[in-house]
């Protein structure tokens, strides 16, 4: 079970980014309009950051709401952890608890190619999970 077979199963969705340029006040709107936790934040085709809703809370917290019209690079966690399709679910999952992080951007040759978060990976895990268990009880009754 690889990264891969979550990507392929969000069916090629678009992912949303914005740039390191654009205002924090921008960027929790979209989040809110979205209804999303994290984005990532690309300049030039490369990931440069993560902006998430940890980030605003911080920024408010250290500067109050002015901050808003500040620039992301002001405000994401910049240098992100990253991981490739072909890095295995288990391995990504134990990767953002041991970093307490929620969200990965999926990165290939420098691009990036997928964004998933802690939720996909659970719920991809547990559809396995169950799958297996469905089999095998399957077996079992036709044996």
Same mark, same amino acid.
């Given at each position: ?34 209804? !999303?936790?994290?984005? *990532? +934040? /690309?300049? &030039? %085709? =490369?990931? $440069? @950051?993560?902006? #998430? ?47 307490? !992080?929620?969200?990965? *951007? +999926? /990165?290939? &040759? %420098? =691009?990036? $190619? @997928?964004?998933? #978060? ?26």
């Amino acid at each position: 079970m690889t990264i891969a077979a979550i990507l392929n199963g969000q069916g090629g969705r678009s992912i949303a980014t914005m740039p390191s340029t654009a205002s924090v006040g921008d960027a929790v709107a979209f989040l809110a309009e979205h209804g !999303i936790g994290a984005i *990532p +934040v /690309v300049d &030039d %085709g =490369a990931v $440069v @950051g993560i902006f #998430s809703e940890r980030d605003v809370i911080r920024l408010i917290a250290r500067e109050g709401t002015e901050a808003l019209a500040q620039p992301l690079s002001a405000a994401m966690t910049a240098s992100p952890v990253t991981v490739r399709r072909d890095d295995a679910v288990i391995a990504a999952l134990s990767l953002m608890t041991r970093r307490r !992080i929620r969200h990965l *951007p +999926v /990165v290939e &040759d %420098g =691009a990036l $190619v @997928g964004f998933v #978060s802690i939720g996909d990976l659970v719920k991809y895990r547990i559809d396995r999970i169950e799958a297996d268990a469905t089999a095998m009880r399957d077996y079992i009754q036709q044996a």
